[in-house]
């Protein structure tokens, strides 16, 4: 069974663009969740997606948006971005919902440089 | 406030010895608690998860216990080997919430 899937590995961008990375989850699997990672703050919860539903939002600005499609493959964007969106962005599948505290699979992250 | 807490970024331990990492939390009531390897620049992978309820979880050369008096997890690692280097971030699952994950503990197993 393939694992999550993220493109693109890496994106280089600059102040005021906007982006979108994409994940695609494993197989069978409804739940996508999206964390935030740098060495400053750690790992940092952004959103859940389930069955095409935000169900659960971390504490990050309204810049920072996703949404799911049909096949549970989901998509994050940022807008208008700031040098401090410089992370690696980590998308994460489960089989139900994180609100029943399911065991999560990452992918392998979109490093994303802001300059 | 809540916080959940490593007891070091960093941890250098000799090949074969035991390696131990806690997490410690406050202010939470986590139904369980989670830990996860990540090696650089790759998501992490899940190890072990153990419930509030339970003492002590075992799985091959890992063990993780877990007591919510405390509010602290140990995982340990048995005879460890320069392989287990990795940054290893433990989670709490709150109930009918996200996961919550600690800052890490980067351990190096020497030769």
């Known amino acids: 069974k393939a694992g999550v899937t993220q493109t693109p590995r890496y994106l280089i961008k600059t102040r005021g663009q906007q982006v979108t990375l994409s994940c695609s989850p494993i197989?069978?699997?409804?739940?996508v969740s999206w964390y935030q990672q740098t060495p400053g703050q750690g790992l940092q919860f952004l959103f859940e997606?389930?069955?095409?539903?935000?169900?659960n939002k971390g504490n990050f600005p309204g810049r920072f948006s996703g949404r799911q499609f049909s096949n549970s493959r989901s998509e994050m964007n940022v807008s208008t971005l700031e040098l401090g969106d410089s992370a690696l962005y980590l998308c994460a599948s489960s089989v139900d919902s994180v609100l029943t505290n399911e065991k999560l699979f990452f992918g392998s992250g979109t490093q994303l440089s802001v300059l | 406030s809540q916080k959940i807490e490593q007891n070091s970024e960093a941890l250098n331990i000799q090949e074969g010895k035991t390696a131990t990492l806690t997490c410690n939390y406050t202010n939470y009531s986590p139904a369980y608690l989670q830990w996860y390897r990540q090696d650089p620049g790759r998501g992490p992978v899940f190890l072990l998860l153990i419930r509030e309820n339970e003492k002590e979880k075992r799985k091959e050369r890992l063990k993780v216990t877990f007591d919510t008096t405390l509010k602290q997890s140990l995982f340990h690692i048995t005879a460890s080997q320069p392989a287990d280097s990795a940054t290893y971030l433990c989670?709490?699952?709150?109930?009918?919430?996200?996961?919550?994950f600690g800052p890490g503990t980067r351990l190096s197993v020497l030769p």
């Open positions: 989670a709490l699952a709150l109930y009918g919430q996200n996961f919550v």
């Open positions: 197989s069978g699997h409804r739940s």
């Open positions: 997606y389930f069955s095409e539903t935000q169900r």
